[in-house]
């Protein structure tokens, strides 16, 4: 069985490309009154972080006042259903991670949305890595995929990969290595990362699957968690010593994850590419470069033609890849 994600580039790193990229020139009389982005998770988390340092940035930009709602609950459901409600002006939009567009319909019996009915792209904002990462369970000599899968074989009943939550993109990944390795290696959903990051430094589970970002960086710099391998095309620019999954034969595993800006169905081609070319604009600033590096995400933008391609491609990876983990759709 070949389980093979085909990404679509959305843009190249803007760091490398802010000579090329032209800002927007903005007239206060052009601007709209307000912008809200609406953000499915509470503040703090990496869509808070990335939403505010956008809000920011687009203040002055895009519109006279830009401010950031947090509508945490159902997995970032809650403010999907509040962008639908919301007036298709451009004063509303959504920053959520790619899951809740290109995986939720495939892990959840029912949704109150429709990802390509509901949801109007606009850019992406910031991509990022996944990761494996070990703690203090797993004995030193493991230090590569191939010694995890060994020990996981060896000891099944400790075999555990936490996880910020169940039917996320890393609970999905743990299924996936486990399945392509033939490892008896147990998926563990924990309500966000934070606890399980806890749990992983006290031993009490003995893997990570997820993003590496503030939590976790500072305790693998000190020695204390190890990182096996990332799930990006290449390595990650902030673990550059560290082989990717398909560096370490397992190639049908390159999975990236992303945070993208929505608007509710019914707005007009023209507002949905004002403040596309308003995000560019924003990506390309080395202010912003710098503070999403700090929060372990990379800044990159998109076309909005581009976001729904990539939304279509990866809704399909994910849509024969759910079934073939087995993973039971949730209610």
Known sequence: MVLRRRFLRMSLPIA???GSVMPLTTHSQDLLENLKILCGYPPGG???VVS???AERLNGLYAKSCLVDNRPGAAGR????ALKSSPPNGQTMLLTPSSVVTLYPHVYQKLSYEAFKDLLPVSVASEFDHSLTIGPAVP???VSLADFVGWAK???DKADCANPGEGSLPHLLTMLFAKVAAAPIQPVPYRGGAPAMIDLLAGRVAAWMGLVGPSSLPHIT????RVLATSGRARSPFLQSVPTFAEQGFQDIVVI???GLFMPAGASAAVVERASDAVKTVTAQQEYVAALTKAGVTAVSSTPAALAQTIKSESDFWHSTVNATGFKPLE
């Open 16 to 18: 490398g490309c802010l």
């Open 78 to 81: 809650i403010a999907v259903d």
């Open 46 to 48: 990496g869509a808070d």
């Open 52 to 54: 505010r340092h956008l």
């Open 257 to 259: 994850e992303w945070y």
């Open 140 to 142: 030193a000599q493991v």
């Open 154 to 156: 060896t000891n099944p």
């Open 222 to 225: 000190e020695g204390r968690l």
